[in-house]
């Protein structure tokens, strides 16, 4: 597949979480930071939809009429936003440790309160609050480097980006039936060691993607930033690999 690679970052990160992962795809790759979070100005009212509308006008800007949508956690939201929006912009999916489903009741609630808490206080407690559900075991235990990395990658961000993803990520619907219907070639990837998002969403995505999951062994839920030798690897044999 020759057309550009678009990769989206989790929350509460920016497109550095890729850094890792530019040898798979080389001068393709393209990772904007999504509204709010990095250099990207923030957008208006809590909606992954504005996201996808300010990527799709990033893509206009680059020439970009085609691209494979890449995205991990929150990243995987606008992707299937941009899919929802603009069918014939996307040429394929790369899902990493996100879900199509989408949130309970209860996982609102939780998220309406994170919001309030970080326009309260700041987020200065947020890394502690999230990192044993963001990394995994393996990487907690072995790779301090990682842990270093990502709290700096947190502390870096506008506590009012932080509201409003954790607001606009409340209100996604369910993308499965999107999914079922698009028709794209998709990669599927999950850390074997995801704490955040059960093993039973991803196997979701990929039945409705009708291909197969591939799971990182000792990575949890940010693969790319913990393992991103091995998702690197991935990505590039799905690229490199017979498109329908």
Known sequence: MSDPVVLLHAFPLDSRMWDGLRSATGDRIITPDLPGFGAAPPVGGPDLGLAAAALLDDLDRLGVER???GGCSMGG???MAVLRAAPSRVSGLVLVDTKATADTEAARENRVAVAARA???GIGWLA????????GATTLEKRPDVEVTLRALIADQDPAAVAWAQRAMAARPDSLDLLRAS????????????????????????????????E??????????????E?????ARWLAGPMP
């Not at 990182?216 to 030798?229: C, M, R, V």
């Not at 998702?231 to 990505?235: K, L, P, R, T, Y």
């Open 231 to 235: 998702v690197a690897s991935a990505v």
């Open 77 to 79: 939201y606008v992707a």
């Open 128 to 135: 502690d609050s999230m990192l044993t559900n963001l990394l």
């Open 216 to 229: 990182i062994a000792g990575a949890g839920h940010l693969a790319p930033l913990e393992t991103p030798d």
């Open 67 to 69: 691209a494979v949508l």
């Open 183 to 214: 028709g794209v070639p998709a990669l599927v990837v999950r850390g074997a060691e995801d704490a955040l998002i059960p093993r039973q969403e991803a196997v979701l995505m990929a039945d409705a993607l009708e291909v197969e999951l591939v």
């Open 119 to 121: 326009e309260a206080e």
